[in-house]
C-alpha cells in the first residue's frame, strides 16, 4: 500500500500592505503643511482591503483636523486641476467657488509684521483673501457629497497611502532627541534624533524611554538649577519653562491636531512667566520609533 503524502501548507506570504502616513509637516505659525520626502509606518496588513479600510478611517480623522488649502506652498502642490479647471469641478457638485481678492501687504516688511497685518485685513465683503479662509467659512455647510468633490479635486492633499511590501523585521528603538539653544529658550529637531537601544517589542521599549527620560530630566534639572515640578519659581518664573517643542510632536500625538499648549500655571498672574513654554518635567528627552530593519538583518 503506497504511503499517503501529507499536502504541505502553502507558504506564508513574503509581502504584506503597509499603511503609512505622508510626511506632510507643520511649517510656520499658520498650521501651514508641507510635503517633505519619506513616510511613516503607522500598521500592517495581510490583505489590501483591510490596509485600505485602516486607511481610510485614518485619512477620514486627518481630513476633520487639516484645512486642505492650507497643504502646500502653491495650487499645483494641492492638485493636478489648475486652479480655473479646479473652480469648475466643484461647481459642478453644487458648490459655489469663491471670488478671492488677496490682500495687498508689503512683501519686505518683516515676516512679523506682515502677519499681523494679515490678521488685521480683510478682504472686500462677499470675497476672501485665499482659498484657505474661504474652506474655513464653508466648510460646515458643504454635505459629505460635497466635502468629497472638493477633496477629490485635491488629489495631491492625501495623509495616508498603502502600499505592498516585503514583510521586514520590525523593531522599536529608543531615540535620543536633539535639543538645541538659540540664547533663549531650548528647541528640537522637527524629527527623529540618535537612536540609543532597540528592541523587538514596544512595551520594553516603552519602559526603557520611561527610565532615561526620567534620568534625563534629573540631569537638565541640575544643570539649569530648575525647580521640581509643583514647586512655585523665584523670580518672574519665565526661568523655569525653557523649553519650546515648536513644529515637533509630542510622542503618540496626531501630527495633524492643532499644536499642545502648556498646561495652566498657578502663577498665571505673574509677569510673562512662560511665554507659552515648557518646564523640564513637561517635555520628552527621549522617544520610541518604531521602524523595520533593513533585507537581511
Excluded at 107 to 118: G, T
Amino acid at each position: 500500500m503506497a504511503k499517503q503524502k501529507t499536502a504541505k501548507a502553502p507558504p506564508a506570504s513574503a509581502t504584506h500592505f503597509v499603511v503609512s502616513r505622508v510626511n506632510w509637516r507643520v511649517a510656520g505659525m499658520e498650521r501651514v503643511f508641507v510635503r517633505l520626502p519619506g513616510d511613516v509606518r503607522v500598521s500592517a496588513f495581510d490583505t489590501v482591503e483591510s490596509a485600505e479600510a485602516d486607511r481610510a478611517s485614518r485619512e477620514a480623522a486627518a481630513r476633520k483636523l487639516v484645512n486642505p488649502f492650507q497643504c502646500g506652498l502653491n495650487w499645483s502642490d494641492r492638485s493636478h486641476l489648475p486652479e480655473a479647471v479646479f473652480r469648475d469641478f466643484i461647481k459642478d457638485a453644487g458648490i459655489e467657488p469663491p471670488t478671492i481678492v488677496p490682500v495687498e501687504i508689503d512683501p519686505d516688511a518683516p515676516r512679523q509684521v506682515r502677519r499681523k497685518l494679515k490678521k488685521e485685513k480683510a478682504a472686500p465683503e462677499g470675497a476672501f483673501p485665499d482659498w484657505a479662509a474661504w474652506w474655513e467659512a464653508t466648510e460646515e455647510q458643504l454635505s459629505a457629497e460635497q466635502h468629497a468633490r472638493v477633496w477629490e479635486g485635491l488629489d495631491r492633499v492625501r495623509f495616508f497611502q498603502v502600499e505592498e511590501r516585503p514583510k521586514r523585521t520590525v523593531v522599536f528603538a529608543v531615540v535620543e532627541i536633539a535639543w538645541n539653544y538659540n540664547d533663549e529658550w531650548y528647541y528640537p529637531e522637527p524629527e527623529g534624533g540618535a537612536a540609543h537601544t532597540a528592541y523587538r517589542t514596544r512595551e520594553r521599549a516603552e519602559v526603557e524611554c520611561e527610565r532615561m527620560n526620567a534620568e534625563a530630566r534629573e540631569q537638565w534639572r541640575r544643570n539649569l538649577h530648575l525647580p521640581a515640578l509643583g514647586v512655585e519659581p523665584v523670580g518672574e518664573g519665565y526661568e523655569a519653562f525653557p523649553f519650546d517643542m515648536q513644529d515637533r510632536p509630542f510622542p503618540g500625538e496626531d501630527p495633524f491636531a492643532p499644536k499642545r499648549q502648556p498646561p495652566a500655571r498657578p502663577w498665571e498672574d505673574r509677569k510673562h512667566y512662560s511665554h507659552g513654554k515648557f518646564g523640564v518635567d513637561e517635555v520628552p528627552f527621549y522617544e520610541v520609533i518604531e521602524f523595520e530593519l533593513p533585507e537581511g538583518e
